[in-house]
């Protein structure tokens, strides 16, 4: 290099190689920042877990995801947040866990960062190193330095070295070329160069970068000018074209600006050139070499820099004579750099230890929100699947460390379910900050709703593919799966699930806080398993015989609690009948619906034209699974639910029985209708026809062995204030039919009906309208009475004892005596009148 001027040789202090270090060594651990990275994760509306479900909520904490594989000016002596400090989107995942019941845990997580907890994490970069090699470099680092002494050059190799060394490891070298960390280095002096490391301009070998220094001249006789354009421009030309990588800059010069590659509307026509031309004809730049009096050569270099296309740029002075240009440098570029102060040892370790301590540590996340919105598929549940809401907070560490009531952000948190708009949030605090690794979780229960159930039952298909990324460890029910999503979505398709953040900046205890940005969530899908209900007649006819119904003679029907206008609507019975034992048997299709609980009832068809439906009982329903197993059956009010639950298979059958009939009737005197009469005998024979003949008599038991007919028993016990069933007469137990009952012995005293007066004619069939009775009652004769004349006295028999009949004939004797002795006595007082007349 040619030395076209040289400048002072102004001593740094003594301090200077270890400045230097500090200033690569910062370098070095801006480079090495990582952007966060997903990591395994782990109810009624509070942060608290839900004591509605302790075996739920601690369920839901163990949850884990499947694996997956602007800027302020600078200030003298401060470190400044560079644009990389932004920690991009904080890693989020919201994944979803099947519970096997009809239920599932959908859970969003988002995990802290800082720049420390990423500085591990094989962040990739490009370091350009810019070394001045100008002839003032190898003046005395000691400004009391004599023969001998260490110059600026020498420190600035050392110092680059270590830096290298720190930078380009073996195990930095082993990694993936995406995650390494390459460097490159530009000698400037009066114009610019680029090494080469082989045939590449970068180079992951720190033993490349050391000897690249050797090749350059920063002699006090061979060194040139200070040509910062051409620097840069050699420095933003390097790229290694690995996409999202980082680049830093790192610009170390002892001195102003002296030279430049654009003319700045200087003409060189070789003929009456100003100074800015003297050395355009030999080496092609544009400055006198001494100076910048109008300021091209600095603006020039301000230019270039804005060309750096984000890169974070180093402005590292190594003169004091360089101080004041650099700093402006440093402000007026855009976007803005670094400006480090190398003339004091004391405000190199303070800036330096700034960004070591600070810009590491100080970029983290704060003002967190989660926001989800369930999609009309699905709906928050409690623990029994009803309409409650059961929801889980949790945090843990990196190590998977339960954190929910030590961490900081983690006790401030607060979660909520809205349920008329069903949204869920986690939310923290105004200007909280959440700790770096830490994964913050919300899991809320949910569950189809009768939308889901009934899309699927219409369309035999799931509408949506679950996003990859998307089950809960262990789980496999929604990456890649059909389902339907657990999440609205706006208009454009997009999903309403996001998380918003700020990234807040500290350095030297001065915040910056970034503006609020939005992070979407992957978009888990549920599934449906959907129940089937099937509804079946039974009819046990064993009394009702010929005039029995027929199961189709009834509707059944099956009504949603919760939603009467759903369900199986009234319908009767059209499958084949079936009989078992006395009982016959018809059933409805099988129809999918909705899981949830459902009203069983039926009612009587009268358009059917079957006119005894009151001799039925209200049949109990029984259900049963697919296996055969007892499906419970809750009754309230005299109604009868069964509840349906994912996937299960219910037949529900209520069968009706025939009930057995009564006959009533009365046995009383025909002049005095109060007077009960006891003692009567009957027959009863049928039903109809060919039915059997029963004997009954009046207060008396049932007699199988009575002949000529078996004897049944007359059950009536009323009889007014004697309670002894006198003159009441009943019949239980008669099937239905037609029955002739004859009376074959009146009571004592009383004439026993002959002809058609002592047979009557009974139908025993009920009414058409339903009751709770047990059974049905027929009364026989007019108004369930039957009625006895008195026997005459020349009827009366002349044996026994002194009953009414008795007294007659007795009293009937004394009379006639009586007379007997009147007649007498009147003939004898004639005979006597008529003899004294004849005297």
């Known amino acids: 290099m040619r030395n076209f001027h040289k400048h002072d040789k102004h001593s740094l202090g003594g301090g200077l190689r270890s400045r230097l270090i ?38 839901a904490k163990n949850l884990r995801p499947e694996a997956t594989d602007k800027a302020k000016p600078a200030k003298e002596g401060t470190a400044k947040a560079a644009a990389d400090t932004d920690l991009g989107a904080p890693a989020h995942r919201k994944y979803i866990k099947d519970n096997g019941d009809g239920t599932y845990w959908l859970s969003l997580d988002v995990t802290g960062a800082s720049r420390a907890s990423t500085e591990q994490k094989n962040q990739p970069a490009d370091v350009v190193l810019v070394m001045d090699s100008s002839g003032s470099m190898a003046s005395c680092a000691d400004p009391n330095g004599g023969w ?51 045939s590449s301009q970068w180079s992951t070998s720190a033993a490349d970068i050391s000897r690249s220094f050797n090749s350059m ?24 074209g690995r996409a999202g990588v980082q680049k830093y800059i790192i610009f170390v010069s002892d001195g102003a600006p002296t030279f430049r590659n654009s003319s700045m509307g200087v003409t060189c026509s070789g003929w009456f050139d100003p100074d800015d031309c003297s050395y355009y004809q030999s080496d092609g730049v544009y400055g006198t070499g001494s100076g910048d009096s109008n300021g091209y050569n600095f603006t020039a270099a301000v230019n270039e820099a804005g060309k750096r296309s984000g890169a974070t740029l180093y402005a590292v002075s190594t003169g004091s004579e360089a101080n004041d240009k650099m700093s402006q440098f440093a402000d007026r570029i855009n976007p803005t750099g670094t400006f480090f102060d190398g003339t004091d040892a004391d405000k190199l370790s303070a800036a330096f230890d700034s960004i070591v301590q600070q810009i590491q540590k100080s970029s983290m996340y704060r003002d967190v929100l989660i926001t989800d919105v369930l999609s009309d598929w699905a709906v928050c549940t409690d623990s029994r699947g009803g309409t409650g809401c059961l929801q889980e907070v949790s945090a843990r ?22 349920p008329a708009s069903k949204t869920i949030t986690l939310n923290f ?18 569950k189809p709703t009768d939308e889901a159930y009934r899309y699927l039952i219409a369309n035999n298909q799931y509408p949506n593919t679950g996003d990859q990324g998307t089950d809960a460890e262990g789980n496999t029910s ?8 657990s999440n609205a979505g706006n208009a454009d398709g997009s999903t309403k699930a996001n998380v918003s953040y700020k990234v807040v900046t500290n350095v030297n205890g001065e915040e910056t806080v970034g503006p609020a940005q939005n992070a979407l969530y992957d978009r888990p899908v549920i599934q449906v398993k959907v129940p089937s209900l099937t509804l079946a007649k039974g009819v046990n006819n064993t009394n009702a015989g010929a005039y029995g119904a027929q199961p189709r003679n009834w509707k059944l029907f099956a009504l949603k609690t919760d939603d009467p206008a759903y369900g199986i609507n009234p319908a009767n019975p059209e499958g084949e009948a079936a009989a078992e034992g006395e009982v016959v048997s018809q059933s409805m299709k099988a129809v999918k619906l909705a899981v949830g609980t459902y009203t069983l009832g039926e009612s009587a068809d009268m358009t059917t034209g079957y006119r005894y439906f009151g001799g039925y009982t209200a049949g ?9 197993k007892t499906v419970t059956v809750r009754s309230s009010g005299g109604k009868s639910a069964v509840t349906l639950t994912p996937g299960i298979d219910v037949t529900c059958t209520v069968i009706n029985t025939a009930k057995p009939a009564s006959m009533l009737w009365q046995k009383i005197d025909a002049h005095d209708r109060a007077a009960h009469l006891g003692g009567s005998e009957w027959t009863l024979q049928g039903p109809d026809a060919g039915g059997d003949t029963y004997a009954v008599i009046d207060n008396q038991p049932a007699d199988a062995t ?64 339903p009751d709770a009775d047990p059974r049905f009652v027929v009364s026989v004769g007019e108004d369930g009475t039957i009625v006895n004349q008195r026997l005459a006295v020349s009827s009366l028999p002349l044996t026994g004892g002194t009953t009414g009949r008795e007294w007659t004939i007795v009293g009937g004797g004394v009379a006639f005596v009586a007379l007997a002795a009147v007649a007498a006595s009147f003939g004898i007082n004639e005979y006597r009148r008529r003899r004294g007349a004849m005297a």
């Open 22 to 59: 500090a200033a690569m060594v910062s370098v070095a651990v801006f480079a090495a920042l990582a952007v966060p990275s997903a990591m395994a994760v782990n109810e009624d509306g509070d942060a608290e877990p839900s004591t509605e479900s302790v075996a739920d909520a601690a369920e």
């Open 148 to 198: 001998g002494c260490d110059t600026r050059w020498d420190i600035a190799k050392a110092d680059a070295a270590t830096l290298a060394q720190k930078l380009l490891t073996a195990a930095n070298a082993a990694l993936p070329q995406s995650e390494q960390v390459q460097m490159s280095v530009v000698d400037f002096d009066t114009t610019s160069t680029i090494m080469r490391f082989g």
């Open 217 to 240: 001249d920063a002699s006090s006789g061979n060194g040139g000018g200070t040509n910062w354009e051409a620097a840069l421009r050699n420095a933003n030309s390097l790229n290694t």
């Open 397 to 418: 560490d990196k190590d998977g460390n339960d954190v929910t009531t030590s961490d900081p952000a983690a006790k401030s948190m607060k979660n909520d379910y809205d």
């Open 429 to 446: 605090p105004n200007e909280t900050k959440l700790s770096p690794d830490v994964i913050y979780t919300v899991s809320l229960k949910i």
């Open 478 to 485: 929604s990456s890649g799966k059909p389902g339907f999503f």
């Open 620 to 628: 109990d329903w029984n259900c049963v699974d697919g296996d055969g």
């Open 706 to 769: 009575a002949k000529p007919n078996e004897r049944i028993a007359d059950v009536d016990q009323t009889s007014g204030d004697k309670q002894d069933g006198v003159g009441y007469l009943q019949v239980d137990g008669l099937k239905w039919g037609d029955y002739t009952l004859t009376e074959t012995k009146a009571p004592q005293g009383y004439a026993l009906p002959i002809g058609a007066d002592a047979t009557h004619k009974v139908s025993v069939l009920p009414g058409n309208e």
